[in-house]
């Protein structure tokens, strides 16, 4: 993924949301809302690393069921903007017209904490999330065991990794000799290490939309640099993603750590769950050819149980809530389409009658 001047145009303009501004992180903690087809708790604190609270909202359907499959969703935004309100409206629609509990989840950005975030960190976090979930999600009717990871551009990415790296689990973080993930969150009683002996980030099905798997390639194309406006459109000051004095071309090891195209396991050791790649056929950012290089590596790997859909006509970030006049977008015209494929694609998985 080349951060070059045009695409981080067009990204910089649709990922920053409806209100285009900078993510404000408060946290208003709202009683259920009650809608005709779901029911929605917003802004549940899952966990708060080095005191910042991480929130995600929950959409429960209506249809009577006693439990249902959970989506568990990460937004776009280049890692550097929005917040989980940009996916508002997929949310809304994936639980009005699918039968899925759907968590809608926050995430550290870089900028966070003063500026200070590494890109595993971020990682962590999207980790820990999937464990609240598995944790808690009882309590909205979602079943622990049937659980689905999607995102979309940098939210594709974390999407990914934690099919790719979930097992990759240690204690240490990244701080040790190699270099495995501490999630934020735990459950009680549990230690990093017995999360991963008992494989308990393993997920049911994945859905990746427009995803970025290449973040080595990118850093070395300028992800770090002025060049990126997102660190603009962020108001921060462009760094590492591991801090200042860590780069792609002296060490590349974390960047590759956190890149799922270098971190396919063989089918033979380890099989992956049913996974659906989408992307727009103008996508000038997260290209078509960028997805396919990917899912070759994965059929090179043995791995069979992959769909692809290519929306024709739509650029980068056709799943974002609200609408972009630049871009020519807006979730009435454009989601919809990709949302349906996405809900017939997890029906084939969890109802099957």
């Known amino acids: 993924m080349k951060y070059v001047a045009t695409s981080l145009v067009l990204l910089s303009l649709s990922l920053t949301g409806p209100a285009n501004s900078v993510p404000q992180r408060a946290v208003t903690i709202e009683q259920p809302v009650v809608k005709e087809r779901f029911t929605k708790v917003s802004d549940i604190v899952w966990a708060s690393p ?29 890692w550097l903007i929005n917040t989980k309100s940009i996916m508002d409206e997929p949310a809304a629609y994936l639980a009005t017209n699918g039968e ?33 979930v598995k944790d808690n999600i009882r309590n909205y009717k979602g079943n622990p065991g049937q659980i689905i990871v999607t995102g979309d551009s940098a939210g594709g990415h974390l999407a990914t990794m934690v099919v790719t ?4 689990l240690e204690s240490d973080g990244f701080a040790g000799p190699t270099l ?38 990118s850093a070395l194309g300028g992800f770090e640099k002025p060049g990126n406006m997102f660190w603009g459109l962020a108001k921060a000051q462009p760094r590492g993603l591991f801090g200042d004095g860590i780069n792609p071309t002296d060490n590349p090891a974390p960047y590759k750590q956190v890149s799922p195209l ?16 989408t992307v727009g056929s103008n996508d000038n950012l997260t ?8 899912i070759a590596k994965l059929k090179e790997a ?26 020519g977008t807006s979730f009435q015209k454009d989601a919809p389409a ?3 494929k996405m809900i017939a694609f997890l029906d084939t998985i969890f109802y099957r009658h």
């Open 287 to 294: 290209t078509p050819a960028s997805i396919e290089t990917y």
């Open 165 to 168: 790296q979930g097992h990759n």
């Open 50 to 78: 080095k005191g910042m609270n991480l929130t995600m909202d929950i959409y429960t359907p209506n249809t009577g069921k006693a439990s249902y499959p959970v989506i568990v969703m990460f937004h776009g935004g280049g």
């Open 100 to 132: 899925y509990v759907v968590c809608n989840v926050n995430y550290r950005l870089l900028p966070d904490q003063n500026n200070t975030v590494k890109m595993n960190e971020i990682v962590e976090d999207a980790f820990g999330a999937v464990l609240w």
């Open 302 to 327: 043995g791995h069979t149980n992959i769909a692809y859909w290519v929306y024709e006509g739509r650029p980068h970030a056709f799943l974002d809530s609200g609408s972009n006049p630049f871009l």
């Open 262 to 277: 270098y971190n396919i396991p063989k089918a033979g050791e380890r099989k992956l769950p049913p996974m659906l790649f």
């Open 180 to 217: 495995g993930y501490n999630p934020t969150y735990l459950p009680k009683g549990k230690t990093t290490e017995q999360v991963a002996k008992e494989n308990g980030l393993a997920v049911q099905a994945a859905i990746i939309s427009y995803g970025a798997f290449d973040l080595y390639g």
């Open 338 to 340: 990709a949302l349906d």
